[in-house]
Structure formats: structure tokens, C-alpha cells
């Protein structure tokens, strides 16, 4: 029998157990995903659309700044694919069907190519709906129509090597992948640095911009080569899948999957904190006072996932980047910059919080260091201040913006930091907000199962999108920083007091 | 002279259902006591009890005469508990976890490597001080977590089942750690099922639900 009808036969022996979803399933999956589409997702299209349509927004959109932006985003997105595929691959089966062809006689290529290609046009949609969002702008005026179709284009080009790039940090070892990252880091230095017509990838794919530097075939030539050689990376890589990857990712996925599906969305997070293997020469002198101590350890701990420290860097820089995008908006979709700004600081916060995690976790169990859990949250701080303060108003100054908008980067930094630490103290969900609220709409506990597990999101976005409608500005913030500071505070010693209790 | 920990009489009961029969001890420095029973028999909470981590609903627990808080510092520094597993640091080597507890209970570096040094070698895990617990076998990682708790000063040591999937060497290395503990003067009270640990460490024996 050939590869390809054993992988079907083991595929419909999968099905036939009953873990595969029927055909009802999928069609309650298409109707309910129809009725989310147009209740939330229409709306919510449509406001942005609008948002961007208007003229404070076009002409902001128009700057060749924005242009600068889209060059150092898609810069991002590649370095965020590389470190996305080593925890959560383009071949993540179930680990059934992981197991049952990845360690048959099978070739990779026959055994995984379908899922590849799922996750891989998946993503490439993805990517150009998201384009295609950006520049709906123009293409509601009917500003710049062909400009706005080439950057769409140049964007589903753009995201091949992206779906590639993907699979290679599920593929290539820790040591390629590290080789890669450098590399990626670098294209991400020249999008920042280099002229817009430099032909990078990223930079092409800005110079496609609406407003960047006017012109198509050579950008859309080199996206176009560039994609080409990502086809033939993805089948070379492919080739070289190996087994024990596949079922990595898959059981991990797997287990996150599950733990979110019972709401435990820090546990399901947890899972692709990837484990440190090298680094452990560096020395941690564990100098007094304590807190230097503390301070050592979580620098020399947050080095030893290089690759996880690097995006997470990047990605501050990037939340700078967008604050002094922000602060050039007079009007306009300032709260979509500022609420991206303040999502992407709390996320990239995630490698330098590591410290709250395991602070948290000592509450309510047996006493091992020799201070409360609230003491050694506390002394875990000055990492994730230093992080969220310094990296993003540095980045706010080499972005030319001013000493008021690095202030304001700073203290929002700050205060993110403080909801990370309130969030790293949620234990599981209270049992009370599972049982059933009946309205005349229906159950409405998923409501408030949802606004627990969202509420650190909920936080960070409420004091971005606050802070881009302050008339206050700079220091001035401190005016109404500090008592939120203060609630986050109180708040995150009330759940360890509950928890040690 | 009063006792180092005493629990009279408690017991915990939660809807109905007993998860530690009415029990009493008494323990004084350098003591030992292995607390037996089948499984279910209430050994674990006990400890959690002792421990001040479960409130008894019935009798007290008193260390050195005052009534157990755990949330109070000098009962939190008298008192060390091995109950499921510590808290990992997965990005510290086990060496350097065991320093960063030190630290926390004022050792300046010198001493606290020293200590570090001596709990891995009194284990026999000196060889993994520069792993990573991601890096250890499942009897490795219960010697480490050993580790952690011993590592931290105490007055009384509980220790739930430490003989948990350990070979008889190691287990050997147990209770040479826990008598020395011992001589030193710390009162150890210690679930388990292992006769042979009971006789090394030459402990009295408490039997949980025997009555039931």
C-alpha cells in the first residue's frame, strides 16, 4: 500500500474511534462561527474600518512613519513565527495520529503535508485578512486603490516565508533555531534602520505601504523571489520532521488545549514557557541585600530561554515604537495605538514575570524560603520594572518622540507590570462562577467565567485606551497612576492573603 | 517543661466526612515519630494540620505552648514541611535553588554554598548540582525536594512519605539525614509505609485510624 492511502487508512481508523469531530459537530462549528461573525465580528470590522477611514487617520496613515511601522511589524511577525513554532508548530496533530505515522515507516512529507497545509494557508489568510484590514482606510475612500491592492498582495507573498519560518522553529535544533534567531533580529535592525527601498523583505513589504515609497514591481519582485525559495524551504524542511517533535508539540498542545477549555488559560500559557538547557555556567553571585540577590537570579534565569528574552525585548521595544506612533496622533485611532501599545508591553512582560509566578506559588503551601509569598513577589519586582520602564521609553526617545511620551511609556510600563502581578496571584477560578446564571437570554456564567480568566487583558486595555483619552500627559500621569497602582496592589495582597489562608 | 509540638484531640472533619480521626501527640526536641496507617487514614492531614496549612475542626495544636499560626514569622521559621512537591524554579540550577533559599533566611554567599554543598552530598545528588529539575529522574527529583526542605532551618521537620520512589541506598541516605536532624536536636514527625525507614531512624510509631 502507498504512503499516502496508509496515512488515509490511519486517519479514518482515528475518525472511527470517535475523537474526531462528525459532521455535526463541524456544521454547529460553521453555524455558530457564522452567528460570532455577524453579531461580533462585522461590527467591530466595521467600527475599525470607519476608524480608519477618517481623515485624521488617513493623513496619519499616509505618513511615511506608518510605513516605518508596517517594516518593523512585519520584521516582528517573522521573529514571533520562529519563536511561536518552537512551542506550538505548523504540525501539531492529535497525538493519536502524532504517534501512530511519526513513528511508522512513513515519510514525513506524506504523513504531515496535510496538516502543513492547513496551518500554513491558515496562517497566509490570516495574514493578508489583517493587511487587508490596514489599508480598508483607503479602499473605503478610494485613496491610493492600487497601492492598497499591491501591499495586499505583497502581503500574502510576504506571509509564505512566514508560514515557512514557522515550520523551521518547530524543525531545525535549538542551536539553528538560535542561528535563526540572529538573523531574524538582524532584518528586524535593518527594517528599523535601512531606507524603505532597501529591498529587505520587511522594508519591501513597507515600501508597498500606501505612502511609502511609491512604488510596486520591485518590492512585489522580491516578495515574490522571496516566497518562491520559502516553498522550497518548507518542502526541505519537511523532509526533516522528526518524530519526537511532532509529538512534543501535540501533547503539549493538546494539554493546553484542554486546560483552557476548563478555564485554567494561565495553566494552558504555562505550558509554552519552553525549559532552559543551556546557560548554566552563569554564575549568580546572590550578593545581599537580598533583593540584589533576587535581582541576579531573575536576570541570569530570563537569559537562559535566550530566545524567549530576545522577542520579549523586541517586543517592548516594538510597545515603544507604538507609543511614539501614538503620541504623533493628534486625532484619529489613538486608543487603537494605544491599546495595541499597552497589549503588546503586557505580553512581552511574560519572560521577566517568571519570578511572580513561583512568588505566588509558594502561598498556602509549606514554608521553603524565608519570607512571605507577598515579601518575595515584592522583591521579584525590580526585573519587570527595569524591563517595562526602560525598554519602551528608551524606545519612545530613539524614536524621536518626546522626554513627556517617555514618561507616560514608563509609567504605563509600571503599571502593567502591576497587573502582571495581580494576575500572576489568580489561582484556579472560583467554583461560585461556574455554576449557572439563568436569564431569559440563557446561561450567562460564561460571562463571568470570561471576564475572571480576561481580567488582567481587561485591566491592561481599560488603562491604555484611559491614558489615550487623558487630557494629562507625561508626569502629570502620576496624578491618577498611583492610586491604580495602589487598588492593583491591594487587590493582588487580598488574593495571597486568600490563598495562604 | 513544655512540649515542642502538641496536638490534642483533633481531628478533621469536613461534611460528614473524616479525614483525620480524633488524634493526639506529643513530640520534643530531637524526637522522631513515624506516622503510620493505611492509605486514607488521615496521615496527610495530620500533617497539614501540624503544619498549620488545614485548621483542625476539632482539638489544638501548639508549638512550644501557644497555639499554632502558621502566617506567624517565628512559627513559619520553626517549622519546615514536606507535603506533595515544593515549589521548582525550573530556570535554577538545584544548586542554585538551594542557595536562593539560604539567601532568603539571611546566609551571606559563603555560607550559603557551604550549606547547599553539604544538603546535596548528604543526599548523594552532589553530581546534579548543576541540573536542572527538568533535567531529573523521578527518585532524583523527590531527593531534591528533600533537599529543599531540609536545606531551610527548622525546629520541627514533617515530612510526608519521603521514602517516595527511593531504592534502599537512598532511602538509607534518608534516614542517616533525618537522625542526624535529629541529634542536632529537631523534632521530626514523619509519614510513611516503610518499616524499614521506621527501623533505620529507630522512631516511636503513631498509627492514624487504628481505632476506626
Not at chain 2, 557551604?114 to 523521578?138: D, F, H, N
Not at chain 2, 529537631?186 to 487504628?210: K, M, N, P, R, W
Amino acid at each position: 500500500m502507498r504512503d499516502r492511502a496508509r496515512v488515509a487508512a490511519t486517519r479514518a481508523v482515528h475518525r472511527a474511534r470517535g475523537s474526531h469531530r462528525t459532521r455535526g459537530d463541524t456544521a454547529y462549528l460553521a453555524y455558530i462561527s457564522v452567528l460570532v461573525a455577524a453579531i461580533v465580528g462585522v461590527p467591530i470590522i466595521r467600527t475599525i474600518v470607519l476608524a480608519l477611514a477618517a481623515p485624521e487617520a488617513m493623513e496619519a496613515l499616509g505618513h511615511e512613519s506608518t510605513a516605518r511601522l508596517i517594516a518593523v511589524v512585519g520584521a516582528l511577525v517573522w521573529v514571533g513565527a520562529l519563536a511561536l513554532g518552537r512551542v506550538r508548530g505548523p504540525i501539531t496533530p492529535d497525538p493519536f495520529v502524532a504517534v501512530t505515522l511519526g513513528r511508522s515507516d512513513i515519510s514525513p512529507r506524506a504523513a504531515w503535508s496535510r496538516e502543513l497545509l492547513g496551518s500554513s494557508v491558515g496562517a497566509c489568510l490570516a495574514l493578508t485578512a489583517l493587511a487587508t484590514l490596514t489599508v480598508s482606510g483607503f479602499l473605503a475612500r478610494g485613496v491610493a486603490i492600487d497601492t492598497a491592492i499591491a501591499f495586499i498582495v505583497g502581503s500574502l507573498l510576504f506571509a509564505v516565508p512566514t508560514a515557512a519560518i514557522w515550520l523551521a522553529g518547530q524543525v531545525v535544533t535549538r542551536r539553528t533555531a538560535a542561528v535563526c534567531g540572529v538573523v531574524l533580529v538582524a532584518l528586524l535592525a535593518g527594517a528599523v534602520s535601512l531606507p524603505l527601498d532597501a529591498l529587505l523583505p520587511a522594508t519591501a513589504l513597507a515600501g508597498l505601504w500606501p505612502g511609502g515609497i511609491g512604488a510596486t514591481v520591485a518590492p512585489l519582485s522580491a516578495l515574490g523571489a522571496c516566497a518562491i525559495i520559502a516553498l522550497v524551504a518548507i518542502a526541505l524542511l519537511l523532509d526533516r520532521m522528526l518524530p519526537n517533535s511532532v509529538e512534543d508539540h501535540a501533547h503539549r498542545w493538546e494539554a493546553m488545549t484542554v486546560l483552557a477549555g476548563t478555564g485554567d488559560i494561565s495553566g494552558a500559557l504555562d505550558r509554552t514557557r519552553t525549559r532552559p538547557v543551556t546557560g548554566r555556567r552563569m554564575r549568580i553571585a546572590f550578593a545581599r541585600p537580598l533583593v540584589v540577590a533576587v535581582l541576579q537570579r531573575a536576570l541570569v534565569g530570563a537569559l537562559r530561554t535566550p530566545l524567549r528574552a530576545a522577542v520579549a525585548l523586541i517586543a517592548l521595544a516594538a510597545a515603544g515604537a507604538g507609543w511614539a506612533w501614538f503620541a504623533q496622533l493628534q486625532e484619529g485611532p489613538r486608543w487603537v495605538a494605544a491599546i495595541g501599545a499597552g497589549l503588546l508591553t503586557f505580553a512581552a512582560l511574560g519572560p521577566f514575570i517568571d519570578g511572580f509566578r513561583e512568588a505566588a506559588d509558594t502561598a498556602g503551601r509549606p514554608a521553603v524560603y524565608g519570607r512571605t509569598a507577598g515579601w518575595l513577589l515584592a522583591l521579584h519586582l525590580p526585573l519587570p520594572l527595569l524591563m517595562g520602564v526602560l525598554v519602551p521609553s528608551v524606545a519612545v526617545l530613539l524614536a524621536g518622540s518626546d522626554l513627556g511620551t517617555a514618561a507616560m511609556a514608563a509609567t504605563i510600563g509600571a503599571m502593567l507590570v502591576a497587573v502582571r502581578a495581580y494576575d500572576s496571584t489568580k489561582g484556579p477560578m472560583p467554583i461560585e462562577l461556574m455554576m449557572p446564571v439563568p436569564t431569559p437570554a440563557g446561561d450567562a456564567s460564561s460571562i463571568g467565567m470570561w471576564a475572571w480568566q480576561a481580567d488582567a487583558l481587561l485591566w491592561t486595555a481599560v488603562l491604555s485606551f484611559w491614558l489615550s483619552t487623558s487630557s494629562t500627559a507625561g508626569p502629570a500621569t502620576l496624578l491618577w497612576a498611583l492610586p491604580v497602582a495602589a487598588l492593583l496592589t491591594a487587590l493582588t495582597a487580598g488574593r495571597l492573603g486568600r490563598a495562604a489562608s | 517543661m513544655t512540649a515542642l509540638l502538641t496536638a490534642s484531640d483533633v481531628g478533621v472533619v469536613v461534611d460528614e466526612q473524616v479525614l483525620l480521626p480524633t488524634t493526639t501527640l506529643t513530640i520534643d526536641q530531637g524526637q522522631t515519630l513515624a506516622v503510620r496507617g493505611e492509605n486514607g487514614a488521615g496521615k496527610t492531614t495530620l500533617l497539614r494540620v501540624l503544619a498549620g496549612l488545614m485548621p483542625a475542626t476539632s482539638g489544638d495544636v501548639l508549638l512550644e505552648g501557644e497555639p499554632l499560626h502558621i502566617r506567624r514569622r517565628a512559627h513559619r521559621g520553626a517549622i519546615a514541611a514536606m507535603i506533595g512537591a515544593p515549589p521548582l524554579s525550573r530556570d535554577l540550577t538545584l544548586a542554585e535553588q538551594l542557595r536562593f533559599i539560604r539567601a532568603t533566611w539571611g546566609d551571606d554567599a559563603g555560607t550559603g554554598e557551604r550549606q547547599t554543598v553539604a544538603v546535596l552530598e548528604e543526599l548523594g545528588i552532589a553530581s546534579l548540582k548543576m541540573r536542572y529539575p527538568s533535567e531529573l529522574s523521578s527518585g532524583q527529583l523527590q531527593l531534591f525536594c528533600l533537599a529543599l526542605t531540609l536545606a531551610r532551618p527548622s525546629r520541627v521537620l514533617l515530612l510526608d512519605e519521603p521514602e517516595q520512589r527511593l531504592d534502599a541506598h537512598r532511602q538509607g541516605l534518608v534516614a542517616d539525614a533525618l537522625r542526624r536532624r535529629s541529634g542536632a536536636g529537631c523534632a521530626i514527625v514523619f509519614a510513611t509505609h516503610s518499616t524499614a525507614l521506621v527501623e533505620a531512624i529507630g522512631s516511636d510509631v503513631l498509627t492514624v485510624g487504628e481505632n476506626e
